[in-house]
Nanobody, 123 residues
Framework: VQLVESGGGSVQGGGSLTLSCASS????????MGWFRQAPGKKREGVAR???????TYADSVKGRFTISKDTAKITLYLQMNSLKPEDTAMYYC??????????????????WGQGTQVSVSS
């Protein structure tokens, strides 16, 4: 199983980026998939997740600004990020879990991870 993120970069505050996560191997459309991020010196935190029937959950810090979506045919995950803030600067990781309902919120609940893509937001 392989997850490969892309789309990171450097933007000014207020800008937008769209992250993508392509999967290969045994990731199914019914799996839970999510985005996590980790800033230097901080714990990895959940940003957004989408469950097997397309229901989504967001961290309070990104609600109204980020949108998670999934192409079920390609098993590709996306994260549209608008109104970016300097505090959004982090390495962003795609993850997947064998859990239709996305019951797990912590990194340890996810079985598969990508290598990460860097997002840097300047003020």
């Amino acid at each position: 199983v392989q997850l490969v993120e892309s789309g990171g970069g450097s933007v000014q505050g207020g800008g937008s980026l769209t992250l993508s996560c392509a999967s290969s191997g045994f990731i199914f459309s019914t799996d839970c998939m999510g985005w996590f991020r980790q800033a230097p010196g901080k714990k990895r935190e959940g940003v957004a997740r989408i469950d097997g029937d397309g229901s989504t959950t967001y961290a309070d810090s990104v609600k109204g600004r980020f949108t998670i979506s999934k192409d079920t045919a390609k098993i590709t995950l996306y994260l549209q990020m608008n109104s970016l803030k300097p505090e959004d600067t982090a390495m962003y990781y795609c993850a997947a879990a064998r859990d239709y309902y996305c019951r797990g919120k912590e990194p340890a609940d996810y079985n598969y991870w990508g290598q990460g893509t860097q997002v840097s937001v300047s003020s």
